[in-house]
């Protein structure tokens, strides 16, 4: 791995979710599925939903001000803002330019990223770049999705998805530590397992797009679990290998929600006891960007990461998007 300029670390984070839940057994009165199967084969018994005053910037600002709040900046501290989102409030401008706007953080620059449940990974590592070559010295990362604003209510697909926001703040430090590595991968060929056709220059929102119902988003779920449990413990050990680490040496692992099952099927792939893998997705579902950043604000705030502690992040999405980090926590 190329030798950083500057040695980068998360100095602060935070995360919102909004008020309505929706439980498993609410899900039943409206749809065909049963909660208990929910919970024993997604881990998940309850998620959060937007209210339709809410949009993905309304989240993920909440998020960012308690980031930047956490780590003892201003909003005027922060040079670059990144969102992670598949959910933009508009095609145009970017979800970053309203959220940087929301924050009155006018010194940023701003802009997406679309890596779907990958995002937020996608986004520490472009922000890291940033910060150890010195061209910025605060970044905020947020990953935020609304996924109920596109989830079709009558399918049984519908359980999967909530709606939050997480945000980090990342900054460069002269400890021996912080960030160690990065591995993220791409496999366009997984396009159709995981979509949301309609709205783009491909399928224009028309008349006949909302009939078809293509505004929502279409998942394959056996793909979606046949390819995370095959190519999450690809990244993991090639970040392993590249810092000379072995599994043994994480102290936790901060995934992804993708589904408990994924994630119990890759621990016992990597030889990882899974009570190093730690889970919310009971609470919240599966928030795709926002999953990985509103587990890592839960557990800082609650005291679970110690300093020195070896950290490995993972996550997969659509498009194929894949990929794992390693930050030993300073």
Known sequence: MKQLVRNVKIIGTGSYVPETIYTNEYLETILHTNADWIF????????????????????????????????????????????ATATPDRLAPSTACIVQDKLQAYNA???????????????????????????????????????????????????????????????????????????????????????????????????????????????????????ATKVLPKAIMQVLEDTGLSIDDIDLMVPHQPSIKILQKTAEIIGLPFEKVMTNMDKYANTSGGTLPILLDELHRAGKIKKGNIILFAAVGSGWTYGASIIRWM
């Open 109 to 227: 620059a701003a802009f997406d990223i679309s890596a779907v449940c990958s995002g937020f990974l996608f986004g520490m590592s472009v922000a890291s770049q940033y910060v150890a070559s010195g061209v910025y010295d605060n970044v905020l990362i947020i990953g935020a999705d609304t996924f109920s604003k596109i989830t079709d209510w009558t399918r049984r697909d519908a359980v999967f998805f909530g709606d939050g926001a997480g945000a980090a703040v990342i900054s460069h430090c002269k400890d021996d530590g912080g960030f160690l590595a990065y591995r993220l991968y791409s496999d366009g060929r997984g396009k159709e397992n995981f979509t949301i056709p309609g709205g783009g220059s491909e399928f224009p929102a028309t008349s006949e797009t909302l009939d078809e119902k293509k505004h929502f988003f279409q998942m394959n779920g056996s793909a979606v679990y046949e390819t």
């Open 40 to 83: 024993e084969n997604l881990g998940i018994k309850e998620r959060r939903i937007a209210d339709d005053t809410e949009a993905t910037s309304d989240l993920a600002w909440k998020a960012g001000e308690r980031a930047i709040s956490n780590a003892g900046l201003t909003k005027d501290d922060i040079d670059l803002i990144i969102v």
